[in-house]
Each structure stands twice: as structure tokens, then as C-alpha cells.
């Protein structure tokens, strides 16, 4: 089987999973590539899928509280395929996957797509900064190697299979930790104040609105709206003068957890 034409689809508001998809379709190979990116407001409200003949698709998103998150699903609903092959990505905190991969594997087989690999790698946690590191760096160098060996493996794949239907179907795992069945649906809220300006740093670039994926930043003021703020601290990762800051709240107890939970480094984990 031949393929000519690749989607790179992702939301990555600090970038993580952008890096992984495009290192994966860089190391495929495909000769003509192009991006749908789903990381602001206005791109997933003027959203509209198509898919070509012969065209595959990377399908990357990060995970929120071992899950797809919620505000991706009026998107994802929309992405539908008739039997196209899709390689599925998911990044998470080094904490846990959860069931995010799980979830958008049945999720996308039933919108007609074929399944022929699949992968939940590690990203810099979202709540991870100076004092607190969890997965800081990441993906690394090692990261990256493990996703251009998983686009060679896809590439070959491909190769040599002649009838897409016929491949079996991934069995893909997952599953909730006891924290995550026992936690209410959006805690990252009652763990974290919407981020903080320092305003002898802050130089009134604006490029924390380019960044937001919610809009939650008045244009005026600059500052974040809490209620429509989902954490992600991308405005907090990229602001170029560190004018934003992370504060935790029940910051022993949340520290405390963070520490535990990120002290073991997890690695990448690929059907494929």
C-alpha cells in the first residue's frame, strides 16, 4: 500500500505534541504533508474536515486528567474517514495516560478510521515550573528518537500490507488511577489560580493571547479570567520575559503530590 499525502492534526498549546507528530511524519517519509492545527479558539470554531484520497492522518492530542479533554470533543466529532489509516498520539505529565489513547481509539474507529498505530508519549506537565519539575524537557532527545523509530515502523508497515481492512485491530490499554475515578471532572481548577502577572516583568507584548487556547486573557488587562482558564500555562511556558507565574493552590499538599508522582520517569508506550 501506497501513501502520498499526509494530515499532521494536532492541539498543542506549549507545543509537546506538535513535536512528536511532526518528528513521526517527518521520519514516514510521506512526500506531501499538511497541518491542521486545533490549538486556538477561532481555528476549532471555523472547523471543517476533509480528507483526500490516499491520505493518512496523525492525530495528536495532549491528555487532561487522563482523558480526552473536553473541550477538543466538538472537534473531534467532526473528523470522519472511510476507511483512511490514522496513527493516533496522546501526551500526558509524566503522571499518568489514563484512558485518553483508549478513548480516542474507539472514538475514531467508529468515524470510520482505520487504526494502524498508536502511541501515548511524555510531555513537560502542565503544572510543572522552577520549583516544582515534572517531565521538565520533555520530550527529550530520547523521546524524539523513540517517535522517528515509530514513523520508520509505520512507513514499513504500510509497505507491506496490501489491503488496509485486513490488518488486525490494535489492542490498545488503559486504564483510570484510583485519584482519577475519585476526582471531580475539571480539578485542576481547585489545585491552581489562573496565572499570576508579575508587572515589573511584563512588557505588554500581547503574546500570551496569541497563546491562549481558550481566549481566557482579556486583551486589556491581560490578565487570565478563571473560570474560562483551563491550566494548560501555556501563556506561563512561552511568555518570552517570564512575566507569568504558576501559583498552586494548597500548595503544600499539591507540591507534596507533584513531587511523588513525577519522581519516576515513565516512557513512551507504542503499538504499533
Not at 482523558?67 to 466538538?74: C, K, W
Not at 472537534?75 to 493516533?88: F, S
Not at 501555556?234 to 513525577?262: E, M, S, W
Amino acid at each position: 500500500m501506497i501513501i502520498d499525502r499526509l494530515v499532521n492534526m494536532y492541539f498543542s498549546p506549549t507545543h509537546s505534541t506538535e513535536k512528536i507528530v511532526y518528528t513521526i511524519a517527518k521520519s514516514w517519509g510521506v512526500p506531501e504533508q499538511r497541518t491542521i492545527n486545533i490549538s486556538t479558539l477561532t481555528e476549532r470554531h471555523n472547523f471543517k474536515f476533509n480528507i483526500q484520497p490516499d491520505e493518512a492522518i496523525i492525530l495528536g492530542i495532549p491528555v487532561y486528567e487522563e482523558r480526552i479533554p473536553d473541550l477538543l470533543y466538538p472537534v473531534l466529532t467532526k473528523v470522519r474517514g472511510g476507511g483512511h489509516p490514522m496513527i493516533l498520539v496522546v501526551t500526558y505529565g509524566n503522571v499518568s495516560a489514563g484512558i485518553a489513547l483508549k478513548q480516542l481509539n474507539k472514538m475514531m474507529r467508529n468515524q470510520g478510521f482505520k487504526i494502524i498505530a498508536a502511541a501515548s508519549f511524555i510531555g513537560e506537565h502542565s503544572f510543572s515550573h522552577e520549583e516544582i519539575k515534572i517531565a521538565s524537557g520533555r520530550p527529550d532527545s530520547k523521546d524524539m528518537e523513540k517517535a522517528e523509530l515509530l514513523g520508520i515502523q509505520i512507513s514499513r508497515k504500510i509497505k507491506n500490507i496490501e489491503k488496509i481492512e485486513n490488518l488486525p485491530e490494535l489492542n490498545i490499554k488503559g486504564e483510570l488511577r484510583a485519584m482519577g475515578k475519585l476526582l471531580p471532572r475539571h480539578s485542576e481548577l481547585a489545585f491552581a489560580h489562573s496565572p499570576i502577572i508579575d508587572p515589573n516583568l511584563c512588557k505588554k507584548c500581547k503574546k500570551c493571547l496569541e497563546l491562549c487556547p481558550v481566549n481566557a486573557i482579556d486583551p486589556e488587562t491581560l490578565k487570565s479570567r478563571d473560570k474560562l482558564c483551563i491550566r494548560c500555562f501555556a501563556c506561563v511556558k512561552l511568555c518570552p520575559n517570564n512575566a507569568r507565574k504558576i501559583i498552586y493552590k494548597k500548595p503544600v499538599l499539591v507540591k507534596t503530590a507533584l513531587k511523588q508522582l513525577g519522581k519516576k520517569r515513565k516512557e513512551p508506550e507504542i503499538y504499533i
